[in-house]
T-cell receptor
Framework: KNEVEQSPQNLTAQEGEFITINCSYSVGISALHWLQQHPGGGIVSLFMLSSGKKKHGRLIATINIQEKHSSLHITASHPRDSAVYICAVPPYNTDKLIFGTGTRLQVFP | KAGVTQTPRYLIKTRGQQVTLSCSPISGHRSVSWYQQTPGQGLQFLFEYFSETQRNKGNFPGRFSGRQFSNSRSEMNVSTLELGDSALYLC??????????????FGPGTRLTVL
Protein backbone atom coordinates (compact mmCIF):
# COMPACT_ATOMS: atom_id res chain seq x y z
CA LYS A 1 0.00 0.00 0.00
CA ASN A 2 1.33 3.41 -0.96
CA GLU A 3 1.96 5.81 1.90
CA VAL A 4 0.10 8.54 0.00
CA GLU A 5 -3.06 7.70 -1.89
CA GLN A 6 -5.01 10.03 -4.14
CA SER A 7 -8.45 9.69 -5.61
CA PRO A 8 -9.71 9.78 -8.20
CA GLN A 9 -6.84 9.01 -10.57
CA ASN A 10 -8.63 10.66 -13.47
CA LEU A 11 -11.36 13.24 -13.46
CA THR A 12 -13.26 14.93 -16.25
CA ALA A 13 -15.57 17.86 -15.69
CA GLN A 14 -17.57 20.45 -17.53
CA GLU A 15 -16.58 24.06 -17.16
CA GLY A 16 -18.16 25.54 -14.05
CA GLU A 17 -18.38 22.32 -12.08
CA PHE A 18 -17.14 21.98 -8.50
CA ILE A 19 -14.16 19.63 -8.27
CA THR A 20 -12.89 17.65 -5.30
CA ILE A 21 -9.62 15.70 -5.20
CA ASN A 22 -8.78 13.61 -2.15
CA CYS A 23 -5.49 12.65 -0.54
CA SER A 24 -5.00 10.13 2.28
CA TYR A 25 -1.70 9.31 3.91
CA SER A 26 -0.52 6.74 6.42
CA VAL A 27 2.53 8.46 7.95
CA GLY A 28 2.72 11.09 10.64
CA ILE A 29 3.32 14.50 9.14
CA SER A 30 3.53 18.15 10.10
CA ALA A 31 2.50 19.58 6.73
CA LEU A 32 1.02 18.60 3.38
CA HIS A 33 1.68 20.06 -0.05
CA TRP A 34 -0.66 20.35 -3.02
CA LEU A 35 1.11 20.75 -6.35
CA GLN A 36 -0.09 21.36 -9.89
CA GLN A 37 1.70 20.00 -12.93
CA HIS A 38 0.84 21.15 -16.42
CA PRO A 39 1.66 19.27 -19.64
CA GLY A 40 5.34 19.90 -20.33
CA GLY A 41 6.30 19.14 -16.76
CA GLY A 42 6.35 22.42 -14.86
CA ILE A 43 5.23 22.07 -11.25
CA VAL A 44 3.68 24.86 -9.23
CA SER A 45 3.15 24.75 -5.49
CA LEU A 46 -0.51 25.51 -4.74
CA PHE A 47 -0.70 25.08 -0.99
CA MET A 48 1.28 23.96 1.99
CA LEU A 49 -0.92 23.42 5.03
CA SER A 50 -0.69 21.85 8.43
CA SER A 51 -4.20 22.41 9.75
CA GLY A 52 -7.62 23.70 8.82
CA LYS A 53 -8.26 25.32 5.49
CA LYS A 54 -6.53 27.60 3.02
CA LYS A 55 -8.07 29.46 0.09
CA HIS A 56 -6.45 31.00 -2.95
CA GLY A 57 -8.80 32.30 -5.59
CA ARG A 58 -11.01 29.43 -6.73
CA LEU A 59 -8.87 26.84 -4.97
CA ILE A 60 -9.51 25.62 -1.45
CA ALA A 61 -7.43 23.07 0.45
CA THR A 62 -8.44 21.42 3.70
CA ILE A 63 -6.64 19.02 5.97
CA ASN A 64 -7.62 16.84 8.91
CA ILE A 65 -4.38 15.74 10.59
CA GLN A 66 -6.15 13.31 12.96
CA GLU A 67 -7.89 11.53 10.09
CA LYS A 68 -4.82 11.79 7.84
CA HIS A 69 -6.82 13.22 4.99
CA SER A 70 -6.74 16.30 2.81
CA SER A 71 -8.95 17.59 0.02
CA LEU A 72 -8.38 20.05 -2.78
CA HIS A 73 -11.47 21.79 -4.11
CA ILE A 74 -11.79 23.84 -7.28
CA THR A 75 -14.86 26.01 -7.52
CA ALA A 76 -16.23 27.10 -10.91
CA SER A 77 -13.71 24.94 -12.79
CA HIS A 78 -12.23 26.26 -16.03
CA PRO A 79 -10.40 24.55 -18.91
CA ARG A 80 -7.16 26.20 -17.77
CA ASP A 81 -7.44 24.15 -14.55
CA SER A 82 -6.71 21.05 -16.63
CA ALA A 83 -3.55 19.60 -15.13
CA VAL A 84 -2.27 16.87 -12.84
CA TYR A 85 -2.75 17.61 -9.15
CA ILE A 86 -0.32 15.96 -6.75
CA CYS A 87 -0.28 15.82 -2.99
CA ALA A 88 2.98 15.31 -1.14
CA VAL A 89 3.90 14.83 2.51
CA PRO A 90 7.13 14.95 4.53
CA PRO A 91 7.02 12.23 7.20
CA TYR A 92 7.97 13.34 10.70
CA ASN A 93 11.65 13.87 11.33
CA THR A 94 12.58 13.63 7.68
CA ASP A 95 12.96 16.21 5.01
CA LYS A 96 11.90 13.93 2.19
CA LEU A 97 8.67 14.43 0.31
CA ILE A 98 6.57 11.38 -0.51
CA PHE A 99 4.25 11.96 -3.43
CA GLY A 100 0.85 10.68 -4.39
CA THR A 101 0.39 9.32 -7.88
CA GLY A 102 -1.53 12.38 -8.95
CA THR A 103 -5.03 13.13 -10.21
CA ARG A 104 -5.34 14.02 -13.88
CA LEU A 105 -8.08 16.63 -14.30
CA GLN A 106 -9.57 17.60 -17.65
CA VAL A 107 -12.11 20.40 -17.76
CA PHE A 108 -14.07 20.76 -20.99
CA PRO A 109 -15.75 23.99 -22.16
CA LYS B 1 12.97 37.60 -8.49
CA ALA B 2 14.03 35.08 -11.08
CA GLY B 3 12.63 31.60 -10.65
CA VAL B 4 14.46 28.32 -10.33
CA THR B 5 16.44 27.53 -13.44
CA GLN B 6 17.68 24.18 -14.65
CA THR B 7 20.13 23.39 -17.40
CA PRO B 8 20.08 21.76 -19.77
CA ARG B 9 16.38 21.39 -20.48
CA TYR B 10 16.80 18.33 -22.67
CA LEU B 11 19.56 15.78 -22.84
CA ILE B 12 20.12 12.58 -24.80
CA LYS B 13 22.80 10.15 -23.63
CA THR B 14 23.69 6.54 -24.25
CA ARG B 15 23.96 3.73 -21.74
CA GLY B 16 27.15 3.78 -19.73
CA GLN B 17 27.73 7.50 -20.08
CA GLN B 18 27.50 9.95 -17.22
CA VAL B 19 25.55 13.16 -16.99
CA THR B 20 25.59 16.32 -14.88
CA LEU B 21 22.50 18.45 -14.37
CA SER B 22 22.50 21.93 -12.90
CA CYS B 23 20.01 23.83 -10.78
CA SER B 24 20.12 27.48 -9.77
CA PRO B 25 17.72 28.25 -6.91
CA ILE B 26 15.81 31.44 -6.27
CA SER B 27 18.08 34.10 -4.85
CA GLY B 28 18.25 33.78 -1.08
CA HIS B 29 17.05 30.18 -1.01
CA ARG B 30 19.49 27.85 0.70
CA SER B 31 17.76 24.50 0.29
CA VAL B 32 17.74 22.60 -2.99
CA SER B 33 15.96 19.29 -3.47
CA TRP B 34 16.12 16.97 -6.46
CA TYR B 35 13.36 14.70 -7.71
CA GLN B 36 13.01 12.09 -10.43
CA GLN B 37 9.72 11.67 -12.28
CA THR B 38 8.98 8.65 -14.45
CA PRO B 39 5.67 7.34 -15.83
CA GLY B 40 6.04 4.13 -13.85
CA GLN B 41 7.23 5.39 -10.46
CA GLY B 42 5.88 8.92 -10.44
CA LEU B 43 7.75 11.56 -8.47
CA GLN B 44 10.50 10.32 -6.18
CA PHE B 45 12.81 12.21 -3.86
CA LEU B 46 16.50 11.97 -4.72
CA PHE B 47 18.31 14.19 -2.22
CA GLU B 48 18.25 17.56 -0.53
CA TYR B 49 21.08 20.00 0.14
CA PHE B 50 21.23 22.86 2.58
CA SER B 51 24.25 25.11 2.98
CA GLU B 52 26.45 22.76 0.93
CA THR B 53 25.53 19.72 3.05
CA GLN B 54 23.39 16.79 1.99
CA ARG B 55 20.68 16.57 4.63
CA ASN B 56 18.51 13.84 3.21
CA LYS B 57 18.81 11.12 0.61
CA GLY B 58 16.19 9.00 -1.10
CA ASN B 59 16.41 5.34 -2.03
CA PHE B 60 18.53 5.59 -5.14
CA PRO B 61 21.77 3.75 -5.97
CA GLY B 62 25.14 5.38 -5.44
CA ARG B 63 25.32 6.19 -9.17
CA PHE B 64 23.19 9.20 -8.27
CA SER B 65 25.10 11.91 -6.48
CA GLY B 66 24.93 15.62 -5.99
CA ARG B 67 26.56 18.62 -4.49
CA GLN B 68 25.80 22.20 -3.60
CA PHE B 69 28.07 25.17 -3.98
CA SER B 70 28.53 28.16 -1.69
CA ASN B 71 26.17 30.23 -3.87
CA SER B 72 23.48 27.53 -3.32
CA ARG B 73 23.60 26.34 -6.92
CA SER B 74 23.40 22.58 -7.06
CA GLU B 75 24.43 19.86 -9.45
CA MET B 76 23.42 16.25 -9.65
CA ASN B 77 25.41 13.59 -11.40
CA VAL B 78 24.36 10.19 -12.68
CA SER B 79 27.14 7.83 -13.63
CA THR B 80 26.98 4.68 -15.74
CA LEU B 81 23.59 5.59 -17.17
CA GLU B 82 20.94 2.91 -17.57
CA LEU B 83 17.85 2.92 -19.76
CA GLY B 84 15.72 3.21 -16.62
CA ASP B 85 17.33 6.54 -15.77
CA SER B 86 15.31 8.17 -18.55
CA ALA B 87 13.14 10.62 -16.68
CA LEU B 88 12.26 14.20 -15.94
CA TYR B 89 14.61 15.50 -13.25
CA LEU B 90 13.22 18.36 -11.22
CA CYS B 91 14.86 20.52 -8.66
CA UNK B 92 13.09 22.71 -6.16
CA UNK B 93 14.36 25.38 -3.81
CA UNK B 94 13.05 26.68 -0.54
CA UNK B 95 14.17 29.34 1.88
CA UNK B 96 15.58 27.04 4.47
CA UNK B 97 14.67 25.01 7.47
CA UNK B 98 13.13 21.69 6.60
CA UNK B 99 12.32 21.49 2.91
CA UNK B 100 9.29 19.38 3.72
CA UNK B 101 7.74 22.13 5.79
CA UNK B 102 8.70 25.02 3.54
CA UNK B 103 7.04 25.96 0.28
CA UNK B 104 8.91 24.41 -2.61
CA UNK B 105 9.57 26.35 -5.81
CA PHE B 106 10.17 24.04 -8.74
CA GLY B 107 12.32 24.49 -11.79
CA PRO B 108 11.14 23.50 -15.29
CA GLY B 109 13.03 20.22 -15.19
CA THR B 110 15.62 18.48 -17.32
CA ARG B 111 14.29 15.71 -19.52
CA LEU B 112 16.93 13.01 -19.81
CA THR B 113 16.66 10.30 -22.43
CA VAL B 114 19.04 7.35 -22.26
CA LEU B 115 19.40 5.34 -25.46
Amino acid sequence: KNEVEQSPQNLTAQEGEFITINCSYSVGISALHWLQQHPGGGIVSLFMLSSGKKKHGRLIATINIQEKHSSLHITASHPRDSAVYICAVPPYNTDKLIFGTGTRLQVFP
Amino acid sequence: KAGVTQTPRYLIKTRGQQVTLSCSPISGHRSVSWYQQTPGQGLQFLFEYFSETQRNKGNFPGRFSGRQFSNSRSEMNVSTLELGDSALYLCASSQGGLAGTNEQFFGPGTRLTVL
